[in-house]
Each structure stands twice: as structure tokens, then as C-alpha cells.
């Protein structure tokens, strides 16, 4: 489990309260826009815009999470990632990069990242990559999620409503978890259409599929009476309403 | 074109020509030169014999021996004195010989002397060479020594001339070989002869610059794409945070969404660049044995989603089993790439892709603008077929480049009304 001084509350799988995240980020715009957006699931969010920083804190504090910039001022932000490992803590880890090269990749995750995102990334996706990783980490027997009547099992992958399943694709899936994932946020149709069709299908402009997979999946779970918790921004973004 | 001939071929070619049209030349000179001689020859005898003849046989010479001296002497007899003889030269005239059988040219010398006190002309001649007989003669020899120089020269022709040579072959093959992509700089072999000296280290500079230029070029083409990832990031989150602002319009929201456009559309470009210059740095070395429709599907069915939603239907042919050695990364590129490609430059909503692999030949074809498009132009980069903006003028290029690191070969074809391309793959 979490060592951590700071949060007694234990972690539950549908509810991250209170869980702890350092961002390890030079660009200070981003990092704030990256704790800003990652407030609405009430993270506690530390900042450290340098090598010294990063390092400090991560001897003084326990984190759930870090968020780790590879390109840091005052060193490599692979050097900190072996630190942690050999101090033995046990903090989930995204690399951030704008390095984005597949040796980067290789190096972080061998040393231990648990995860890698490359600059530019929407931060719907880092969101969901975070909930992602804190759902793994906290390998614990709950693996339901509830949501506004809904009952996701994420192991086998089935969605209830009213004990009722609700048959979705595999995309409809995907793109429900990742609504919810991003729940009382609105979530750019850029950021799911590349999400869905993974990294290389961000090459086409047009993303009339999300239209049709966000279409389906209203109307499958406003049959199932979850009529109104998909909000559509003008076409431009979505948002799952808790 | 002309033909194109070897150093040597083409200089010795010259060589011969040139040898053969003077040795012709000198034919005529040669042979005119002969003749005078030979006429100078004879000149000589029949003077010889006239002063002989008046030294030896003339003071006992009567007006009675000249009946019986000109029967048994053809050339050298006497006529009765007339001033019409031109006298004290040697002239050249026509007679007939009976031993000939016809008239031949003869030197002949006409002199003055005195029988018993009477003038007399003493004619003393001799017949000319005749002119097939010494022409004969001179091609014979001309002839042999024609052959036997022109033989011998063009052997030592040869000879000299690929020694010579050597030097700048050696040179010509190392640069042959030489590729700036390698980035190994080829070493000449020593010469003694200082024009090839100075070509090898002009050579040698020239590589030397082009290979600091490139490697800077290609260092530089990655570090700023990996720079413009920083503030695209923070640009892509802004916009991401914009759209969490409660209470958006309609008009606010249109904005938002041209800007993601804009943004993605960087982020592409940026991607494909850097992806051009990994390449370009030999980033992607590593090699693996794939299935090639085990990638084709895992690649093609998000994209055939999106086809779809397009109006754009993907059929899939044949797929004959083929393994390769390849860049994993790189053939899902490629492949992405020439789909995309095949999608974005579509008839939307009623377009057809034809995907098949048959044999170890994959090809993909799609239905778009009725015109064949430009095959020099359309894998550079940044090249644009149409006015339409629609894709940044790398896909194909990035394609080309994984074909050449792979050893592929990519082809385009426009044919019933059907741009295809095939990739010749090489099977493991």
C-alpha cells in the first residue's frame, strides 16, 4: 500500500480522494495546467520546476504518482527516476517527454517508469493514464466502478445499469471509461479520436467516427436510462456528468 | 544520350583515327617523295652515261658508227643536231617500250656533241618507274608497317593509359561507394601523380564538409523537433483548460476546435519530421521477423473505422502469408501512411481501398482524382499534388524512406482509374 505520511484515507479504486502526485516539469505553464485539470479529481498536486526540486521533495515526501519530465534544468529526469528505484520508493510513474524517442521509452520504462507519454499529449489522456496506473497499483478486490447508476466491472469489462447489461463495443467501451476517467471535465474530440485509434490514426483531420461512436453510446445508455450523463459541447468536446 | 564509352575506349578510338588519317596523308607525300628520288636516281645515271659516253666513246666515235651504235643501244643514241631538243635538262616524256608493250614515262637528256665536226643531239634516257608498280610497292610496305604501328601503339595505348588511369579508377569506385547517408568518409589510395593528388584531396575536403554540413542538418532537423514538443505541449493543455470554461458559445467552441485542428495538425507535422530525421540518424536499426498481416490487420482496423465513417469502403483482396524482417515501427508507419494516404485523398462517400499482398508484392489502391499523379514528384517532401491542403506533404516521403532502409522498392501506378501503390518486400 501507499506509504504516506500525509493522507490516512485509504485509496479506493472508484475514488482516488486525496491521492498524492508530484509534477516534475520545468515549463511552468504546463505543470499548472496539468494540476488544474487533475484537481477536479481531487489529487493533492506538488510541483517541482527543477532537477534539485524534484530531488528535495522526493526525499522529503511520499507520493502516489509522479509525473516525470525527462528534460529537466539541472539534470537528467532519468537520474531521478533511478533514485527513486533505489530508495526503494514505491511511487507509480508517468514519464512526460518531449524526447518521445523509442530508446527514451525503453530506458525509462527499464529503470522502472511505469508509464510513458510523449509531448504533446491532451491532458484528458494524462488523466486517464494516471486513473489508469492508480487503478493497477492498487491491485485491491474492488474492481467495480459506480457511476450514475452505472456499474462498470473493469476486469471482465461489462457495463450495468439497473442490473441490466449494457452491450457496448469495444470502442464504445474505451470511450466510455475514458468519459468517465475524465468525469465533470470536458474532454476535446481530438483528444478521444486519438485515444481510440491509437497514435498513428491522429494523421487524419477528420473525426467523424468519434460523432458516431459518441451517438451510439448515448443512445445505448439512454435506452438503458442513463439518458443525460454525456453533455456535448458544440461538437468540439464531451463531458461525463456525475 | 550518346553512348557512353570508357576513358580509355574513347581515347584510344581517337588515338586511332588520328593515326590513320595522318598515315594517309603521308601516303601521298610519301610516295611523291619516292618518285622524285628515284627520278633524281636516274637523272643522275643517264647524265652519267652521256658524259661517259662522250669521254669513253666520242673522240673515236665516226658519222658511220652511228647507224650500227643506235641499233644495239635502246637508250642511249644519237639523232641528227636540232634545236627543238631541249638541252642541258633532264625532261620527263612519253615513249613507247616494246618490252612493255606500251608508252611509258621516260627521264631523258639531251646534249650536244660533235661527230667528224658535224653537231649531233646525244639522247640518253631511261624509263621512269611506272606509277601502279611504285604505288604497289609503297602500299605493300606502307601497309605492313600500317599494321604493325597501329598494333603496337594501341597495345602500349592501352597499357600506359589504364596505369595512368589507374589512380582516378580507384578513386571513381571509392566514390561510387560513398554514401552521405552512411557517413563514412572514403579513403583514397596514394598516388605519385599530382593531379590525382590534388582530385583526392579536393575529394577528400568536399566529402569531409558535406558529411559535417548533413550530420548538422540532420541534428538539427531532430533538436527542433524535439523543441517545438515543449511549447506544443503547453499549447495543446491551454486549449484543453479553455475548454473546461464554463458557459463556452457556439462561436467561442468553433474557435477551440479550429485551434485543436491547428494544433494536432503541428503536432503531425512535427511527428513526421522527426520521424524523417530518426530515420535519417539510423534510429531505427533494429530489425525483427513480423507477420505481415498480422501488423497490416492491427493497423488497418482502426483506420478502416474511420474509412467507413468517411463513406469509404476498405476490401481486402488476397492476403498470402509472408514473413519479413523489418522495423516494427517502421512498417506500422509505412503501412498507416499509405492507408491514411489512400483514405484522406478519397472520393468521400462513395470511395473504394483496395488492400492486397500477393506473394511478397503488398499493394493498395484507392479511387480520388481522375488524373495520374506526377510518380517524381509525389515522394518528396513537402511536395503537394493538389491545391487541397489535406495532408503535410510527408506521409509519402516517410514512406519512401522506410522502402529504402528496408531495401523495398515502392511503385506507383495510375491504372482503371485507380491510384495504386505496391511495395516489392523481401521475404525472410
Known sequence: ???????????????????????????????????????????????????????????????????????LPGGDGLKILEEIKQRNIDSGIIIISARGSLDDKIA???????????????????????????????????????????????????????????????????????????KNRVVSKNAIAEHLSGDMADMLDNHNFVYAHIKNLKSKLAEAGCANCIKTIYATGYQWLD | ??????????????????????????FPLLYTLMESKYAEDLDDLIQFRAEEFKKEKLPSFTANDIGLW????????????????????????????????????YRIFYADIFIEGEPYTLVSRVPMIEFHDLFNMLLTQYGVVFIILIISLSIVYVFVSKRLWKPFYNTLQKIERF??????????????????????????????????????????????????????????????????????????????????????????????????????????????????????????SP???????????????????????????????????????????NVKGKGIIHIALKDNIFSISNTGQSEPLNPDKIFRRFSRTSEEKKGNGLGLSIVRQICILHNWEIIYEFRDNRHCFSVVLLPF
Do not use: W
Not at chain 1, 497499483?137 to 462498470?152: A, C, D
Not at chain 1, 450495468?160 to 468519459?179: A, F, G, R
Not at chain 2, 625532261?91 to 608508252?103: A, I, L
Not at chain 2, 479553455?242 to 477551440?256: A, F, G, K, V
Open chain 2, 70 to 105: 643506235n641499233e644495239y643501244n635502246e637508250d642511249l643514241y644519237i639523232l641528227p643536231h636540232d634545236e627543238k631538243y631541249p638541252r642541258g635538262i633532264v625532261r620527263q616524256e612519253e615513249y613507247f617500250n616494246k618490252s612493255e608493250g606500251h608508252t611509258i614515262d
Open chain 2, 179 to 300: 554514401d552521405l547517408a552512411l557517413g563514412k568518409e572514403p579513403e583514397f589510395k596514394s598516388t605519385d601523380i599530382r593531379e590525382f593528388v590534388s582530385l583526392n584531396e579536393q575529394l577528400s575536403r568536399l566529402i569531409k564538409e558535406n558529411l559535417k554540413i548533413y550530420k548538422q542538418q540532420k541534428e538539427f532537423v531532430e533538436n527542433a523537433s524535439h523543441e517545438l514538443q515543449t511549447p506544443l505541449a503547453v499549447f495543446q493543455s491551454q486549449l484543453d483548460m479553455l475548454l473546461q470554461q464554463p458557459d463556452l458559445t457556439e462561436t467561442e467552441t468553433n474557435i477551440i476546435q479550429s485551434l485543436y485542428s491547428t494544433s494536432s495538425r503541428m503536432t503531425r507535422l512535427n511527428k513526421n519530421l522527426l520521424l524523417l530525421a530518426k530515420m535519417d540518424n539510423e534510429q531505427f536499426q533494429q530489425r525483427e521477423t513480423v507477420n505481415f498481416s498480422t501488423v497490416l490487420f492491427d493497423q488497418l
Open chain 1, 108 to 182: 525509462g520504462l527499464k529503470v522502472g517508469a511505469d508509464d510513458y507519454l510523449a509531448k504533446p499529449f491532451p491532458l484528458s489522456e494524462l488523466s486517464i493514464r494516471i486513473y489508469a496506473l492508480m487503478r493497477r497499483r492498487q491491485f485491491s478486490n474492488n474492481n467495480l466502478l459506480k457511476t450514475n447508476g452505472l456499474e462498470i466491472d473493469l476486469l471482465s469489462k461489462t457495463v450495468k445499469m439497473n442490473d441490466i447489461h449494457v452491450v457496448l463495443t469495444k470502442s464504445e467501451y474505451d470511450l466510455l471509461l475514458y468519459l468517465i476517467g475524465n
Open chain 2, 1 to 26: 544520350m550518346a553512348r557512353l564509352k570508357s576513358l580509355t575506349t574513347k581515347s584510344l578510338f581517337r588515338f586511332f583515327i588520328f593515326t590513320v588519317v595522318i598515315l594517309l596523308c603521308c
Open chain 2, 303 to 345: 483506420l478502416k473505422e474511420m474509412a467507413e465513417s468517411n463513406g469509404i469502403e476498405v476490401i481486402v483482396e488476397s492476403m498470402s502469408p509472408l514473413t519479413i524482417d523489418a522495423n516494427l515501427i517502421l512498417l506500422e508507419s509505412l503501412i498507416n501512411n499509405l492507408i491514411v494516404n489512400a483514405i484522406r485523398h
Open chain 1, 1 to 71: 500500500m501507499i506509504k504516506s505520511e500525509f493522507h490516512t484515507i485509504p485509496l479506493k479504486i472508484n475514488n482516488f480522494s486525496r491521492m498524492k502526485i508530484l509534477v516534475i516539469e520545468d515549463e511552468r505553464e504546463l505543470s499548472r495546467n496539468i494540476v488544474n485539470y487533475l484537481s477536479a479529481d481531487d489529487y493533492l498536486c506538488e510541483q517541482a520546476y527543477n532537477f534539485a526540486e524534484a530531488e528535495e521533495k522526493i526525499a522529503l515526501y511520499d507520493y502516489d504518482c509522479i509525473l516525470l519530465d525527462l528534460n
